[in-house]
């Protein structure tokens, strides 16, 4: 086990590998949402430079000295379209916003080439594509869900699970090879 982060917080997101990580935004309570910042060592966390709008339940990718956070959900309300990149000190925020604004995203790939996979509010299927400095509206995935997980780049990803609405949970697997969305095996559960 590593050291614990500096203050409880949940629903943040994170960027990095397990030895050189950040995590950004997040909440301290179910109203409370931060702008917070930590980075990880491999072996302790400390404090770095917050994002410029609080938020949580955005989405993250990319290293610890260069990633990317987009979505999320505003307080008191409502959905963001807002990206900020990090360049291991600062977060600045991007001129180029999600095209659909929405939260519990599925991301995928690096700070300069990410994919921002379906989400929330409940139907959405969006799927952007981030190029380094603009997301443009790609092929959209079959079914809306949010809370999928997601792996790999942008022209060789999966998006797996989540909710596809309400309490129903999806096993769905889709692969990305740049282009198209295909179906793949199903999870198990």
């Not at 309570?29 to 917050?50: I, L, M, P, Q």
């Not at 599925?106 to 080439?113: E, K, V, Y």
Request: one cysteine or more.
């Amino acid at each position: 086990s590593g050291g614990a982060i500096p203050s409880v917080k949940s629903a943040h997101g994170f960027a990095g590998t397990q030895t050189a990580a950040v995590i950004f935004a997040g909440a301290t309570s179910t109203t409370a949402k931060v702008a917070t910042s930590y980075e990880y060592n491999g072996t302790a966390w400390s404090d770095a430079n917050d994002v410029n709008t609080t938020r949580d339940l955005c989405a993250g990718a990319g290293t610890q000295t260069a990633a990317i956070l987009f979505g999320g959900t505003l307080p008191p309300g409502g959905h963001s379209t807002a990206t900020e990149i990090y360049d291991g000190t600062d977060w600045t925020t991007s001129p180029g916003s999600l095209n659909t604004a929405r939260s519990r995203i599925g991301p995928l790939g690096t700070s300069t080439a990410t994919l921002a996979v379906a989400g929330t509010p409940p139907g959405t299927s969006a799927v952007e594509s981030w190029n380094g400095s603009s997301w443009s509206e790609i092929a959209e995935i079959n079914t809306a869900r949010m809370n999928g997980g997601a792996a790999g780049i942008q022209t060789a990803g999966l998006f797996f699970g989540g909710a596809a609405s309400g309490t129903s949970m999806s096993s769905a697997t889709l692969s990305y090879d740049g282009t198209n969305w295909t179906a793949e095996e199903s999870l198990n559960t």
